[in-house]
């Protein structure tokens, strides 16, 4: 009788052991899809490039943005992250003839720590929340009346090296909170789009403390890396 159930009870073992393998090996397996097909997990990060627009003291201003970042369970993203920003194309603000009668421009940039958590990554389209945490500089700047244009042949000629100019700067800390629309459109390529609203410290300006930097920005970005 032991012997007739001895070869049942290794087939009985034999069959639980492959079936918990097969399970496990689908876990592991286990994707998620892009705009193209699914594709397999992997914890990577990645490195964007962003354009867009942002609110200085209620005024226009281009902004480029710079993340890197690891991507931890392809749900929370950690890393530095970076702004720049000008309104020199929009021409120059006259609202402060104290600071400057012939007028200026804003720019600066600023960046600190990243962190980017993701809902429903496996999706091809999702959400992501970054939050920038750092410190920046604002400068207010003017034309140089005295720039020329040909300096480049005199690359000695340090009183015109610059056809603009800083009146003034200022540090300041900063509080980014945000929300972006995430695409996966290839394994190594994503698409973000999304709106932030910036928080900042008073800055003192004209002997008066301002919150000209708190404002709406809206970017859209390219992320390349292993998600």
């Known amino acids: 009788m032991k012997t007739c159930f001895l070869p049942l009870i290794l087939a009985v073992l034999i069959s639980a052991s492959t079936a918990s393998a097969q399970q496990n090996q689908g876990r592991n397996d286990e994707s998620f899809s892009t705009i193209f097909g699914d594709q397999t997990p992997a914890v990577g990060g990645y490195i964007s490039l962003g354009m867009g627009n942002t609110i200085i003291n209620d005024?226009?201003?281009?902004?480029?943005?710079?993340?890197?970042?690891?991507?931890?369970?392809?749900s929370l993203s950690i890393g530095i992250a970076g702004s720049a920003f000008s309104d020199c194309i929009y021409g120059l603000n006259y609202d402060r003839p104290d600071l400057n009668p012939d007028g200026y421009y804003m720019e600066?940039?600023?960046?600190?720590?990243?962190?980017?958590?993701?809902?429903?990554?496996?999706?091809?389209?999702?959400?992501?929340?970054?939050?920038?945490?750092?410190?920046?500089?604002?400068?207010?700047?003017g034309d140089n009346d005295n720039y020329d244009w040909n300096s480049w042949d005199n690359w000695d000629d340090w009183d015109n090296d610059s056809h603009r100019y800083v009146i003034k700067s200022k540090a300041f800390l900063v509080v980014e909170p945000g929300i972006e629309?995430?695409?996966?459109?290839?394994?190594?390529?994503?698409?973000g789009a999304g709106v932030s609203y910036r928080f900042t410290n008073g800055i003192r300006v004209e002997n008066q403390s301002e919150h000209l930097l708190n404002g709406l920005s809206g970017a859209v970005n390219l992320k390349f890396g292993v998600f």
């Open 108 to 141: 600066g940039g600023y960046g600190g720590l990243l962190i980017e958590p993701v809902f429903a990554p496996r999706f091809p389209v999702h959400i992501s929340f970054p939050m920038l945490i750092g410190a920046g500089g604002i400068a207010f700047t």
């Open 181 to 191: 629309l995430e695409i996966n459109l290839a394994r190594f390529l994503r698409l």
């Open 59 to 74: 005024n226009n201003a281009m902004l480029g943005q710079f993340r890197m970042a690891v991507r931890l369970d392809h």
